[in-house]
């Protein structure tokens, strides 16, 4: 029972990620990304009982890490400066299909079936309509999109190769974010604009931090390793519901029937997916 509120308090958190991104969308995507996985490293302290020593993650654990939490941070919130809001998080959404669709390239043993084929057209047909509904707003095809489609990419990569880490400790989980947030802090610097942050902007951030930055990924951890993550998995179904429902209250748009639709899709084909298992083989190990 406790895995399970912990998976459902880090999808709740999730859920806030982008509307929370919306509010700070003239913070360029490498800060916000950066002060947040600091903020969010600083969780890790009371986690691991304020022992340093098991802050420190292997190195194969902190390449992944990095990767995983800056890449995908990265291309969330250029993907969410750079088309409609709703839409481009519907694309990131398609997260959960490819773990199922990508799992033979990296867990031996795996394979697909027409089930899985299924499942990855629903999701790549809800995508697809998220993007044409989102032209009309914008008058054509937006580059952020791609970002929000390579956001997929990296967080279900992410996800598979995480499948061998299982014996990390959680806390770990506070290193390798402390040393995304530097890295992504010191890409800004070089690569982006200075920015002016206000004292409401500085609320935002220190709230993405302790929430979808920092403690999510606690409370996802901690489930996947107390519970069947077949089970956790697709608790994770929820989230683009819930993210969707808070960008419309937070930008004002109004939920169309090809939205509407387009997140149904999308929501079904990771229902679908979770449904097929192959035998000894748990692909949402993450």
Known sequence: MRSDLAA???VLLWGSLASLAILLDTVPPLLMTGIGLVVGSLIALPVSGFRIRRLIPR??????????LLGYHFALFAGLQNAPSVQANLVNYLWPILVVLLAPLFIKGTSLTYKHWIAGILGFSGAALAILSGTE?????????VYAGI???????????????ADSPTAAVGG???????LSIGA??????????????WLWLVLMGLGPLGGSFYLW????????????GTIAFFT????????????????????????????????????VNNKNHDIWRV
């Open 137 to 145: 707003l914008v008058g054509g095809f937006a580059v952020g999109y």
């Open 240 to 275: 683009p519901l819930i993210s969707t429902i808070l960008l419309l209250a937070v930008t004002g748009q109004r939920l169309t029937l090809t939205l509407g639709l387009s997140a149904a899709l999308i929501l079904l084909a990771a229902v679908f997916g979770s449904r």
């Open 8 to 10: 459902l308090a880090a």
């Open 188 to 201: 800004h610097l070089v690569f982006e604009p200075p920015a002016t942050i206000d004292s409401v902007q």
């Open 176 to 182: 390798y974010s402390f040393v995304a947030g530097v």
């Open 59 to 68: 190195k194969r654990v902190l390449l992944v890490g990095v990767y995983g």
């Open 221 to 232: 951890d901690y489930a996947l390793k107390h519970a069947p993550a077949q089970r956790v």
């Open 151 to 165: 956001a997929a990419l990296i967080f279900s990569s992410y996800s598979l190769m995480s499948k061998s880490l």
